[in-house]
């Protein structure tokens, strides 16, 4: 199957409105996805089958040169297809164009499978929120990629 990484458009929005509910515990709203589609802060992407099926998205805000990941999530009945991992390996590929100095998120401290998915990018654990998660109550393992650019290397041997 031949999955193509696009721009998500407000016309994904019910896809991925019912990718939230079969994947989240509390998924998102249609009107809180929209506010995440891309714009000068947010970069939101889709993940295509050929016949336009949305199988899977992610979501990024920035601020300033930081980038905080929302939400990472793929249709159950397409998952472990390399669906999340090409999402996120796009996602960074942007940070990285953006020259973004590190890229954060939040995941469940029990999901092994998306930690491990994470490390495989890079991102290292650099925290604990503890009960950060409702329904059912779990801690967020607080995990970071950092970009080495240039720009903050330089300034870093100055100091």
């Known amino acids: 199957m031949d999955?193509?990484?696009?721009d998500a458009l407000d016309t994904h929005v019910s896809q991925i409105e019912a990718i939230e509910k079969a994947c989240f515990s509390v998924?998102?709203?249609?009107?809180?996805?929209?506010?995440q589609l891309k714009d000068e802060t947010h970069e939101f992407l889709a993940a295509l089958d050929d016949a336009g099926r949305l199988l899977g998205y992610v979501g990024m805000m920035t601020v300033?040169?930081?980038g905080y990941i929302a939400n990472v999530a793929v249709d159950p009945a397409y998952r472990r297809?390399?669906?999340?991992?090409?999402?996120?390996?796009?996602?960074?590929?942007?940070?990285?164009?953006?020259r973004l100095s590190f890229v954060t998120l939040e995941v469940r401290a029990g999901n092994?499978?998306?930690i491990a998915l994470y490390e495989k990018h890079g991102f290292l654990p650099v925290?604990?929120?503890?009960?950060?998660?409702?329904?059912?109550?779990e801690d967020a393992l607080l995990m970071?990629?950092?970009?080495?650019n240039e720009a903050s290397s330089v300034e870093n041997t100055c100091i």
């Open 3 to 6: 999955v193509h990484i696009c």
């Open 27 to 35: 998924p998102w709203t249609a009107e809180q996805i929209r506010s």
């Open 64 to 66: 300033l040169d930081e």
């Open 81 to 98: 297809q390399g669906i999340a991992d090409r999402l996120i390996e796009r996602l960074l590929e942007t940070a990285s164009e953006r």
């Open 112 to 114: 092994r499978p998306a």
């Open 127 to 137: 925290g604990l929120r503890r009960g950060y998660y409702t329904q059912p109550k």
């Open 144 to 148: 970071t990629k950092t970009f080495g």
